[in-house]
């Protein structure tokens, strides 16, 4: 029993090889497909409360320098590991509270449930002191006695609907769920990277984040963290580029994750974890940042696979010279002098949001034509992805950078994408007509010739909503199945480096429709984003809806499928390497997909230059 005082922080303060597939424990995976019961999707008041735990106010390359410096300090601390030492003390709610020691003497106090131990708001790096520079690593102790690892931290600060500030920039936190403490564990570690396009999300958003279940019935360590966003993150300005040695500036948010990624090299071993096969898990701009961290110098022996979700392949990656002249706008919105860096790191925080030059990213996302057909020379185009090739820490952009990554990959996403936010109304009441005459309307040069040859590609002669479902399947395959194609075949001119194993690229659509989406009111139509991550995480229902034998069916087969792989680095032998692939659905069996061929149509009509009316 622990005496130590509890106290809480201030508010500001290796590649490895993969396994062989024969040691694959297959008995964990037997128990992980048949352990659930269909009663399993109800979660009990409990269960909702601690879904519901929140923390306070929820409603380089000057990295290049750093990374090398932190990375070879890294390196030596994890040759000091020390033993954790736990303490267990009785708690209320249901948890029982567990001290733990990390190697370098910090104490923590974490949460054990029935399902497994959770360790929330850990401070991986020193709260910022100035705006823009790199993640501080944690100097002497910032608490006195145990650190209350019981809450989650604060998100990193972005704009809300109505323009108001959410989070804080206090914010570099992480959250640790397992089923077991101790090194003798050894299991397959798992670090989720959230979405939102680099300006908003955090490492605990509900239904799109790992908990104490995940872990539990997963039998790994799950880690999220909470990155810096928009502006903060990502702002690139030649000014900032002019303080360091490098000559760099941007990239901040991904200096973070790289900051978080060594913590855990450093200290999950304590929780159970094997820092020689860590994965890395992004969803939407979190996938891309995964992809980009692969392909980075700065990021080698951190992870050896990547599992990369809705991947947002068409976002425009900026050189940094592109970066630093479209960064020029903050000073006007936030009333400084161009080139006054002293007065925007002084500026106001919701002055200073809401002149981010990639705000209007969330807007061009959340309108119908990020659901429609792009034009690509109109003004209508994406603007820029705040995440910049700035030559060192992203030294090229990611579909010339794919070709120098050596980690395995999978690469998914769901055969509807797009309909997370369906582009017309009523959809589900589509005729081939509307289909078609669609179609003539939204791309120029649409001559009967292109048109039969679409419609064959996509057949809409059928009864609602199927016409809907073919409009929001093209479309989805314009804009991620394709690309995301694309990008598995850059890996084909991977260089291997002589004598390791040879990275593996795996791909999948999904395209199973859950019984219940996002609000329980509403039953969705189609395989829309977000379907594959909810089911890999355990969250295919909505709120604490009761979650469907399909949703529980859906959830067996993407984590078996995704366990085996992160655990060994391979899939079953019916699981084809790419150029195959698997179509995941209620047939709960993969089997070779293609679309080649639309993807092909696609190809061609982009080099023609169709353009929106």
């Not at 605990?204 to 993150?233: C, D, I, K, M």
């Not at 969250?539 to 399909?550: E, N, P």
Request: glycine share 8%; aromatic share 8%.
């Amino acid at each position: 029993m622990s005496s130590t005082p509890l106290r809480t922080a201030p508010e500001h303060g290796a590649m490895q090889s993969d396994e062989s597939e024969d040691e694959y424990d297959a008995t964990e995976m037997k128990r992980l497909v048949n352990d659930h019961d269909a009663g399993a999707g109800v979660l009990s008041e409990p269960q909702k409360r601690r879904r519901s735990r929140r923390g306070p106010d929820e409603a380089p390359c000057a990295a290049c320098t750093w990374t090398r410096a932190l990375g070879l300090c890294a390196g030596v601390l994890v040759l000091c590991v020390a033993a954790a030492s736990f303490a267990y003390l009785s708690g209320d709610s249901g948890h029982t509270v567990v001290d733990v020691k990390l190697p370098d003497g910090v104490a923590l106090r974490g949460l054990h449930s029935t399902f497994a131990y959770a360790f929330l708001g850990i401070p991986y790096a020193a709260a910022p002191v100035r705006r823009w520079e790199p993640p501080r690593s944690v100097q002497g102790a910032l608490w006195n006695g145990t650190y209350a690892a019981t809450a989650y931290g604060s998100p990193c600060a972005q704009r809300g609907p109505a323009g108001e500030v959410l989070g804080r920039e206090d914010c570099l936190y992480l959250n640790v769920w397992t089923p077991t403490l101790g090194g003798a564990a050894r299991l397959p570690v798992i670090v989720w990277l959230h979405g939102g396009h680099l300006t908003r999300g955090s490492g605990h958003e509900e239904g799109l984040a790992p908990g104490e279940e995940t872990a539990a019935q997963t039998n790994a360590v799950f880690v999220s963290l909470n990155y810096r966003l928009g502006a903060l993150g990502f702002l690139a300005l030649k000014e900032l580029s002019d303080e360091n040695l490098e000559h760099t500036s941007g990239n901040y948010g991904l200096m973070d994750q790289l900051k978080a990624l060594r913590w855990v090299q450093k200290n999950i071993e304590v929780f159970g974890g094997d820092t020689g096969n860590v994965t890395l898990l992004g969803y939407e701009a979190g996938a891309v940042c995964a992809l980009a961290l692969a392909s980075s110098p700065a990021a080698r022996g951190l992870f050896s696979r990547v599992v990369a979700m809705s991947a947002s392949c068409r976002m425009l990656q900026p050189s940094l010279r592109e970066a630093e002249e479209r960064g020029r706008s903050v000073y006007n919105g936030t009333s400084c002098g161009d080139g006054d860096l002293a007065c925007l790191r002084d500026a106001e925080l919701t002055s200073l949001l809401a002149a981010s030059p990639f705000e209007d990213y969330a807007a061009w996302e959340d309108s119908r034509l990020a659901s429609d057909f792009p034009a690509p020379k109109s003004e209508e185009e994406p603007p820029f992805f705040p995440a910049v090739v700035d030559g060192c820490l992203v030294p090229t952009p990611l579909a010339q950078g794919i070709s120098r990554v050596n980690v395995s990959l999978v690469l998914g996403n769901t055969q509807q994408e797009v309909a997370i936010r369906p582009p017309y109304p009523e959809m589900d009441r589509w005729t081939a007509e509307n289909f078609s005459s669609t179609l003539m309307e939204r791309i120029e040069n649409l001559d009967p010739g292109r048109l039969s040859q679409l419609l064959q590609l996509y057949p809409s002669d059928c009864p609602p909503p199927c016409p809907g479902k073919q409009y929001c399947t093209a479309v989805s395959d314009l804009k991620v199945t394709c690309p995301l194609d694309d990008l598995a075949n850059a890996t084909r001119s991977r260089q291997w480096v002589a004598g390791s194993p040879s990275p593996r690229v795996y791909r999948y659509v999904a395209a199973f429709v859950p019984e219940w989406g996002a609000e329980a009111s509403q039953r969705p139509l189609f395989a829309a984003r977000g379907t594959d991550a909810r089911a890999f995480l355990g969250t295919l229902s909505a709120g604490g809806a009761k979650i469907h034998d399909r949703e529980w069916g859906f959830t067996r087969l993407v984590r078996y499928y995704l366990m085996r792989f992160i655990s060994t680095g391979y899939m079953p032998d019916q699981w084809p390497e790419w150029p195959g692939a698997a179509l995941l659905s209620d047939e709960f069996t993969p089997r070779h997909v293609s679309v080649n061929e639309c993807c092909e149509f696609w190809r061609q009509s982009s080099e023609q230059g169709p353009a929106r009316k």
